[in-house]
């Protein structure tokens, strides 16, 4: 699938989950954001910790950044920061943990990024998870650079 338009996706399993965000471990570049939106129990920290294993090592242990807020890894070719703006009370505060300068580094996945209230990066994914009974649906937009990169899924 090329990301040019909005692509749909049902995924029946958590390990479904894992294997889209590992197919979008491939098409990041320094300066990409992945941005996951969706209701709690979507499925948010599973896609990531499959993008960021994909990009590190497939033993790498991801936490939640619920508390940390923000949780760094080395991947080949990149670094990424894994970033929950959850608890975050105004846009400033992501920019205040290092938002900036994660972007300027490598790339970065940003659950909660409403929380950013329309300052999102420009060039980025957007992932809308949903539930769908005992499945996910995502919902894949591309914005920017990331326009025209080819998904395998």
Do not use: N
């Amino acid at each position: 699938m090329i990301v040019s338009d909005e692509g749909d996706f049902r995924l029946d399993t958590p390990e479904a989950t894992a294997r889209l965000g590992a197919a979008v471990a491939g098409l990041l570049e320094a300066g990409d954001a992945v941005c996951l939106f969706g209701p709690l129990g979507a499925g948010k920290s599973t896609l990531a910790r499959g993008l960021i294993r994909a990009l590190t090592t497939p033993d790498e242990e991801v936490p939640s950044p619920t508390f940390t807020l923000v949780q760094t890894y080395q991947g080949s070719g990149c670094t990424v920061a894994h970033f929950d703006l959850y608890r975050l009370k105004s846009p400033d505060e992501a920019y205040e943990l290092g938002l900036d300068e994660a972007l300027d580094a490598g790339c970065a996945i940003i659950e909660w990024p409403e929380r950013l209230e329309g300052a999102l990066p420009s060039t980025r994914l957007d992932i809308e998870l949903a539930i769908d009974g005992d499945a996910r649906r995502a919902r894949l937009t591309p914005h920017g650079d990331f326009e025209g990169r080819a998904l395998e899924f």
